[in-house]
């Protein structure tokens, strides 16, 4: 594999569920699940980035690098791009990839990931992925009033002839460095998604969906998936 970052953006300011990345899933906090997934990837130099000495003294038992984030990028409206400019800046990485690994996803699909930093590897044209799930959903919107998006609300087809629709799962998102410093999104130059299972569509963000992950966390990892 070529040179490989990944940026595990792991803020303790969460507002949806207090101190949302030091809850437990299967005994495991999400930043230690993040953390103990990104080692799995072969030759992957993995890095924390918080402003919260909690977290980060969390996580010293692990091979990981760790960096304090700055006041500027730990506000609500930071973004994990300010993050991941604000990391690759300090360690003054500009080639390789980078993955952007988010812990609110406890059940990272780790082979596909792998495959997927190989498949962005070999195609120059190429410049960004996203992890992502098989799914077609009938999607409406409110602005004066409810319409349907992308589909007509008076023809409902076999789903099996629809055209083909995947979800992000959010779970991890990789980029191309050179690509992303250019134009600073993870959706840098041409994107395309890579197929997950579905375990990794599960994302915190409610006390409900921390609940349903804490209650099927071991059942996924005796799965060893």
């Given at each position: 594999?070529?040179?490989?970052?990944?940026?595990?953006?792991?803020?303790?300011?969460?507002?949806?569920?207090?101190?949302?990345?030091?809850?437990?899933?299967?005994?495991?906090?999400?930043?230690?699940?993040?953390?103990?997934?990104?080692?799995?990837?072969?030759?992957?130099?993995?890095?924390?980035?918080?402003?919260?000495?909690?977290?980060?003294?969390?996580?010293?038992?692990?091979?990981?690098?760790?960096?304090?984030?700055?006041?500027?990028?730990?506000?609500?409206?930071?973004?994990?791009?300010?993050?991941?400019?604000?990391?690759?800046?300090?360690?003054?990485?500009?080639?390789?990839?980078?993955?952007?690994?988010?812990?609110?996803?406890?059940?990272?699909d780790v082979n596909a990931w792998i495959e997927s930093i190989k498949y962005l590897e070999i195609n120059d044209n190429i410049?960004?992925?996203?992890?992502?799930?098989?799914?077609?959903?009938?999607?409406?919107?409110?602005?004066?009033?409810?319409?349907?998006?992308?589909?007509?609300?008076?023809?409902?087809?076999?789903r099996q002839l629809n055209d083909r629709t995947v979800v992000e799962t959010g779970s991890?998102?990789?980029?191309?460095?050179?690509?992303?410093?250019?134009?600073?999104?993870?959706?840098?130059?041409?994107?395309?998604?890579?197929?997950?299972?579905?375990?990794?569509?599960?994302?915190?963000?409610?006390?409900?969906?921390?609940?349903?992950?804490?209650?099927?966390?071991?059942?996924?990892?005796?799965?060893?998936?």
């Amino acid at each position: 594999m070529n040179d490989l970052v990944t940026v595990i953006p792991v803020r303790g300011g969460s507002k949806g569920i207090l101190r949302k990345n030091l809850q437990l899933v299967n005994k495991k906090s999400l930043v230690e699940r993040a953390v103990i997934s990104a080692l799995k990837v072969p030759n992957n130099r993995v890095i924390v980035s918080s402003e919260d000495n909690e977290i980060l003294e969390s996580i010293k038992k692990y091979e990981v690098e760790m960096i304090k984030r700055s006041e500027k990028n730990s506000k609500d409206n930071s973004t994990s791009e300010d993050v991941v400019l604000e990391v690759l800046s300090a360690i003054q990485f500009s080639l390789g990839i980078v993955t952007l690994l988010q812990a609110t996803n406890p059940f990272t699909d780790v082979n596909a990931w792998i495959e997927s930093i190989k498949y962005l590897e070999i195609n120059d044209n190429i410049d960004s992925i996203f992890s992502a799930v098989d799914k077609n959903l009938y999607m409406w919107g409110e602005k004066n009033k409810w319409t349907p998006i992308g589909h007509n609300k008076n023809i409902r087809i076999p789903r099996q002839l629809n055209d083909r629709t995947v979800v992000e799962t959010g779970s991890y998102y990789l980029f191309k460095t050179k690509k992303f410093l250019v134009e600073k999104t993870r959706f840098c130059g041409n994107t395309e998604p890579y197929i997950n299972n579905i375990w990794s569509s599960f994302d915190i963000d409610t006390v409900e969906d921390l609940i349903f992950c804490q209650k099927v966390g071991k059942i996924y990892d005796d799965l060893n998936i």
